[in-house]
Every structure is written in structure tokens, then in C-alpha cells.
């Protein structure tokens, strides 16, 4: 089948459009190295801090035929390790996720990727993760978003992406969109988990993860539609900046209808955890599958095109 689904944004090339999101099978070396030998088209690794960190307590994920329940906690390696296992990851394109928990820990990160030179081929900076206690997502706060950027591009000139929370109101795309546009920003990805959301087992009349009393962040087929919104809203408001879709992405109909809203590349989250690293190759058949019975031989001619007037 000669259908191309490859992906080239912000000197990146993935010879599949399709890539794990940060979170689930990309936290150990051994999960990162996994992924490089599987059909997905770039490697990311889990979000990091600046130190390892054990996470939440568990149960901390939980899953049933709609999708996800998380709260993982940021649990990872710590910064060093994704920098380390770079060399072993040169062939595909290889993002570093960085969620520090105050605006100095990503600092410090990205001081540090700076300083490791062409280790890493980009970062994806975390403004959104909603599991950990006490802290807010920043994504949320359009000022401190704005603050941290301004720093960030004092320190770091290599290619940064922002992951950004799900919005829902149409000022609130504006807003983030307008603040997005004075910055280099190398590509946006939509979104993280609805987050703080609740899933109840009423048998036995209890919350289904353990911590922040059973609230986490929502994703699978719960959280599509709401992608879908997200990474057509940044399309339209963003032009020239690549936007890479996440949420509730398990059959190549789901990452078309992506790549029909604009995606320029997705992730992959919820249907990884479950399918594991296999997902990328039948994903990727059933896209062409579908490419094929369409006409089309490249993502670029549906790119956007999704017919909204
Ligand atoms: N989003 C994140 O950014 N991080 C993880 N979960 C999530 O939904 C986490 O580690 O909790």
C-alpha cells in the first residue's frame, strides 16, 4: 500500500504520524527503548522533574469500556535518565516531557537540556497535568502561563512544544491562542486529561483510585470529542504552528478524524496502556486502510479540511 502517513513538524520527520503521548509505557528505559523498536513514529518520554519521584499512591489508573481514570502523580526517572538514554534513541525522533512543580524546577530542567545540546530533538513543556496535590494546572492561569514562557525563551533555544489542559470556553482558546502567538513555540498538543473528574463504583459504593479521594485526570473515548474541539480551535488560531492531537485515539478512523480537524501528528495515551506498543502498527494499517478507500495518498490532503461552514 503506498500511502504515506508520515509527519514532518519543526525539523522533525516521523515516518508515522502516530507516537505514544507522554504517560502511559514511557517511563522506564527499558518502556522508551520498547517504543523506539515499535512501528510509532517519534518517542516521548514520561513528563519529568528535575529528581525521581514515586508518584501517587495506588490504585492509580483505572480503566473500563469508555476509557480512563488516572492519578499517576507524575512518577518518573527524573530529568537525567530521558537525557542519558537519548543516544540510544538516535534514530527516530526523541521529545522530552518536562512538568516541573514550580516555574524554577522547569527552569533548571531546561537549563540543563540546554546545556545537553542536540541530546534531545525536542521538549514537550507540561502545563497541564492535574494529579498533583496541591497543585494547579498552569495552563489554566493565563498570566503564570505567560510569565513562565517569557522565561523559558530566555534560556532555552531548542525546539519546545506546550501540552496544554482541555479548555471549553471559546475566550479561553482566544486567550491562549493570542499569549501562544508571541512565542516560538515549535508545536502545542491537545490535550492533557479533563482533569479532577470522578468515576463511581456503585457496587461497592466507592471511588475507583486512591488518591485526591478518587478524582483524576479523564481520558479515552471520554475525552475525544473534547480533543477533537482542541486541536481544531488551535488550528484555526495558530496557523503555521503544528498541533498534535491526543485523546481517545484507539482505530485509524479516530486519528483521522484528527488529522481532518488539523492535527499535524498524535499521540497515542489510553489505547498504549491497554494494547500496548502493537497499537502503533494496526492503528496505522487502519488509517491507510481507510486513506486508500477515500483516495488519498497523504495526510496533507485532508489535513484541516474538515467541512465546518
Ligand atoms: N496528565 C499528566 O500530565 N500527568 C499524569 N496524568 C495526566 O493525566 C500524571 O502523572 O498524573
Not at 508515522?16 to 517519534?42: D, H, I, M, Q, V
Not at 513528563?47 to 502523580?73: C, D, H, W
Not at 501562544?180 to 492533557?192: D, Y
Amino acid at each position: 500500500m503506498s500511502i504515506d502517513i508520515s509527519a514532518r513538524f519543526s525539523g522533525l520527520t516521523l515516518s508515522s504520524c502516530l507516537f505514544n503521548a507522554s504517560g502511559p509505557r514511557c517511563t522506564s528505559s527499558g518502556e522508551l527503548l520498547e517504543l523506539y523498536n515499535s512501528k510509532a513514529g517519534a518517542v516521548l518520554s514520561k513528563s519529568a522533574t528535575p529528581g525521581f519521584r514515586v508518584g501517587n499512591p495506588k490504585p492509580r489508573y483505572f480503566e473500563n469500556q469508555f476509557g480512563s481514570l488516572n492519578s499517576m502523580g507524575l512518577p518518573n526517572e527524573g530529568i537525567e535518565s530521558y537525557i542519558s538514554i537519548a543516544a540510544q534513541l538516535s534514530n527516530k525522533a526523541y521529545i522530552v516531557s518536562i512538568a516541573g512543580l514550580s516555574k524554577s524546577d522547569n527552569m533548571q530542567m531546561l537549563r540543563r537540556l540546554q546545556k545537553s545540546g542536540q541530546a534531545v530533538d525536542a521538549v514537550e513543556l507540561n502545563l497541564s497535568c492535574p494529579n498533583v496535590p496541591g497543585k494547579a494546572q498552569i495552563g489554566y492561569d493565563f498570566d503564570s502561563t505567560k510569565a513562565l514562557l517569557e522565561e523559558v525563551f530566555q534560556v532555552f533555544d531548542g525546539k519546545l512544544g506546550v501540552k496544554l489542559p482541555p479548555y471549553f470556553d471559546m475566550i479561553h482558546f482566544e486567550q491562549m491562542a493570542a499569549i501562544l502567538k508571541a512565542f516560538p513555540i515549535a508545536f502545542v498538543t491537545c490535550v492533557n486529561s479533563i482533569g479532577n473528574a470522578l468515576i463511581v463504583d456503585a457496587e461497592s459504593e466507592s471511588v475507583v483510585i486512591r488518591p485526591k479521594s478518587g478524582f483524576g485526570g479523564l481520558g479515552g473515548d471520554y475525552l475525544k470529542p473534547t480533543g477533537l474541539a482542541n486541536v481544531r480551535q488551535f488550528y484555526k488560531r495558530l496557523p503555521g504552528i503544528p498541533v498534535i492531537g491526543v485523546g481517545g485515539v484507539k482505530t485509524g478512523l479516530d486519528a483521522f478524524e484528527y488529522i481532518l480537524c488539523g492535527a499535524t501528528a498524535i499521540q497515542v495515551g489510553s489505547q498504549l496502556m491497554r494494547e500496548g506498543i502493537d497499537c502503533f502498527e494496526r492503528i496505522a494499517f487502519e488509517l491507510k486502510t481507510l486513506m486508500k478507500t477515500k483516495g488519498y495518498k497523504k495526510l496533507s490532503q485532508f489535513r484541516g479540511k474538515l467541512k465546518d461552514g
